[in-house]
């Protein structure tokens, strides 16, 4: 009975053995059973579908194509448009800080301010005793002045650099500018003023020696003059020549006469410009401001005036040097042959013509409002570094 018992016990143990290793044979040793065909199918069709829905998905968003990369890409767009300002601010930085103030106490002054600079003052009124505007040009910052109440002492001097619009055409108003001049002066001598360039309106027979007393070169402070008609001394070094413009409407005139003349040069084709005192006059500029063609005589008038060998074209050196698409004739007995060729064109080359001529009067004086700012900045600060 004993040994029934022993002989049993062993038997389950050894039984209990063989299961637990059979058991761990399966566990680690045996291979993985792959799903039935059914699921497999399952499984196939429910890709098949989800392909669909993304199919249909994308058709929905009509030509646009999926990018998985879209949000990385706008990413780097913002971060180069980003980089792209600090560059340009950069670039910028510390070159916008040259003013330059101009003094208006010429006419002409309205037409460097208003026409070559595109500028607005406020008031608009024409009346008003003081008014005043300001623009930018690059890296220059520069403030208009003008009216009856811009007096000498009577305004205050707030920066380093001005431009003195100065009539220096007869005798009452080359007193008036000597007065300017020597205010200036005495700015400058006291060191309230650092630079100072001159725009005269000068004689009409280049008649101009008063102001020489005051240019730099002759021990003055003017360094830089800007002189209207075709005076001999300019040599773009520090003296250069500037357009007369148009006229400034005088008091008497009244709206409707204005109105009639501008309606005049609309309505011509050629606007006839004689020589007078000078040959450049203001009708010139008042035609091209409305697309008339000029016909200019291109004779020199009795003076000083272009008599050098710079001036192999003068009259009218500004103008010529910038490709102006005039008419010149030397003598009026050539005005037959001009209107017989006007005859021959049509309409549609009539109107391309006058729009070349607009074009190009823009253009001269945008090109004009450069140079002017790339001469002050150029012999202004050039000077400050000296």
């Given at each position: 009975m004993r040994l029934t018992r022993k002989r049993l016990c062993s038997f389950l143990i050894a039984l209990y053995c063989l299961f637990s290793l059979y058991a761990a044979y399966h566990v680690f040793f045996g291979r993985r059973r792959r799903?039935?065909?059914?699921?497999?199918?399952?499984?196939?069709?429910?890709?098949?579908?989800?392909r669909e829905r993304r199919g249909r998905e994308q058709s929905t968003l009509g030509s646009e194509e999926w990018n998985p990369w879209e949000g990385?890409?706008?990413?780097?767009?913002?971060?180069?448009?980003?980089?792209?300002l600090q560059i340009l601010n950069k670039s910028t930085k510390g070159k916008t800080d040259f003013h330059v103030q101009i003094w208006g106490k010429a006419a002409i002054g309205l037409y460097?301010?208003?026409?070559?600079?595109?500028?607005?003052?406020?008031?608009?009124?024409?009346?008003?005793?003081?008014?005043?505007g300001s623009s930018v040009v690059g890296r220059t910052h520069y403030s208009f002045i003008t009216?009856?109440?811009?007096?000498?002492?009577?305004?205050?001097?707030?920066v380093n650099n001005v431009v003195l619009i100065l009539n220096g055409r007869e005798k009452a108003k080359i007193f008036y500018a000597t007065q300017w001049l020597l205010y200036a002066q005495n700015l400058v001598q006291t060191q309230k003023l650092q630079h100072l360039a001159v725009v005269l309106l000068g004689n009409e027979h280049c008649n101009n020696e008063w102001i020489n007393q005051f240019l730099k070169r002759n021990?003055?402070?003017?360094?830089?003059?800007?002189?209207?008609?075709d005076s001999p001394w300019v040599n773009d070094v520090d003296i250069f020549q500037w357009p007369l413009g148009v006229a400034t409407w005088q008091p008497q005139e009244t709206n409707e006469s204005l109105k009639n003349y501008q309606d005049a040069l609309l309505q011509s084709d050629l606007t006839l410009c004689p020589v007078g005192v000078n040959t450049e006059c203001y009708r010139i500029y008042?035609?091209?401001?409305?697309?008339?063609?000029?016909?200019v005589e291109d004779t020199m008038a009795a003076g000083s005036c272009g008599h050098t060998s710079v001036y192999r074209n003068a009259p009218l050196q500004l103008l010529k040097s910038m490709g102006a698409p005039f008419i010149f004739i030397k003598n009026w007995n050539e005005l037959p042959a001009v209107l017989?060729?006007?005859?021959?064109?049509?309409?549609?080359?009539?109107?391309?013509?006058?729009?070349?001529?607009?074009?190009?009067?823009?253009?001269?004086?945008?090109?004009l409002k450069m140079r002017f700012t790339n001469i002050l900045e150029s012999s202004f600060l050039m000077n400050n570094k000296g």
């Amino acid at each position: 009975m004993r040994l029934t018992r022993k002989r049993l016990c062993s038997f389950l143990i050894a039984l209990y053995c063989l299961f637990s290793l059979y058991a761990a044979y399966h566990v680690f040793f045996g291979r993985r059973r792959r799903p039935p065909a059914a699921s497999l199918r399952g499984l196939r069709k429910g890709a098949a579908a989800a392909r669909e829905r993304r199919g249909r998905e994308q058709s929905t968003l009509g030509s646009e194509e999926w990018n998985p990369w879209e949000g990385d890409e706008k990413n780097e767009q913002q971060h180069r448009f980003k980089t792209g300002l600090q560059i340009l601010n950069k670039s910028t930085k510390g070159k916008t800080d040259f003013h330059v103030q101009i003094w208006g106490k010429a006419a002409i002054g309205l037409y460097l301010w208003e026409h070559i600079f595109e500028g607005s003052l406020d008031p608009t009124d024409v009346t008003a005793q003081w008014r005043e505007g300001s623009s930018v040009v690059g890296r220059t910052h520069y403030s208009f002045i003008t009216g009856p109440a811009v007096v000498p002492g009577y305004f205050p001097i707030d920066v380093n650099n001005v431009v003195l619009i100065l009539n220096g055409r007869e005798k009452a108003k080359i007193f008036y500018a000597t007065q300017w001049l020597l205010y200036a002066q005495n700015l400058v001598q006291t060191q309230k003023l650092q630079h100072l360039a001159v725009v005269l309106l000068g004689n009409e027979h280049c008649n101009n020696e008063w102001i020489n007393q005051f240019l730099k070169r002759n021990g003055g402070f003017v360094e830089l003059l800007f002189i209207i008609y075709d005076s001999p001394w300019v040599n773009d070094v520090d003296i250069f020549q500037w357009p007369l413009g148009v006229a400034t409407w005088q008091p008497q005139e009244t709206n409707e006469s204005l109105k009639n003349y501008q309606d005049a040069l609309l309505q011509s084709d050629l606007t006839l410009c004689p020589v007078g005192v000078n040959t450049e006059c203001y009708r010139i500029y008042e035609a091209c401001s409305y697309g008339s063609i000029p016909v200019v005589e291109d004779t020199m008038a009795a003076g000083s005036c272009g008599h050098t060998s710079v001036y192999r074209n003068a009259p009218l050196q500004l103008l010529k040097s910038m490709g102006a698409p005039f008419i010149f004739i030397k003598n009026w007995n050539e005005l037959p042959a001009v209107l017989e060729r006007e005859k021959t064109l049509i309409l549609q080359e009539k109107i391309q013509r006058r729009k070349m001529l607009l074009h190009w009067y823009q253009h001269f004086k945008t090109e004009l409002k450069m140079r002017f700012t790339n001469i002050l900045e150029s012999s202004f600060l050039m000077n400050n570094k000296g």
